[in-house]
């Protein structure tokens, strides 16, 4: 599954291979702004949470790692992932064909 935040003309991405994965969280490296800056998201139940402006890209690149994601039902490449699980493994597909094929979990 990927998922994205959107405050204005940014967003962050986080990729998850399997349920309960820690799974991978975007880093802009081209990011110069204060190293300590952060940015607001606000969740559909209103809820309030913060990441490291580092963290986000520009809208379109947020949009076309989306349309990537869709299209081939992996993490698109062009995109700094940074693994959040602490595995060693690389953002790539896990074993479960249909999370991998509709981005989204099976129904049990």
Do not use: K
Not at 56 to 79: C, K, M, Q, W
Request: no cysteine; aromatic share 12%.
């Amino acid at each position: 599954m990927l998922g994205a935040l959107i405050n204005g003309d940014v967003g962050w991405l986080m990729y998850l291979r399997e349920r309960g994965d820690a799974g991978f969280s975007s880093r802009n490296l081209a990011y110069t702004g204060p190293p300590d800056a952060v940015l607001t998201f606000v969740l559909q139940n209103g809820q309030e949470d913060e990441y490291p402006a580092a963290w986000a890209y520009p809208l379109a690149t947020v949009n076309e790692a989306l349309d990537y994601f869709r299209t081939h039902g992996a993490p698109p490449s062009f995109i700094q992932w940074h693994n959040d699980a602490g595995d060693g493994l690389l953002p790539e597909p896990r074993s479960n064909p249909s999370f991998q094929r509709t981005g989204t979990p099976p129904l049990n």
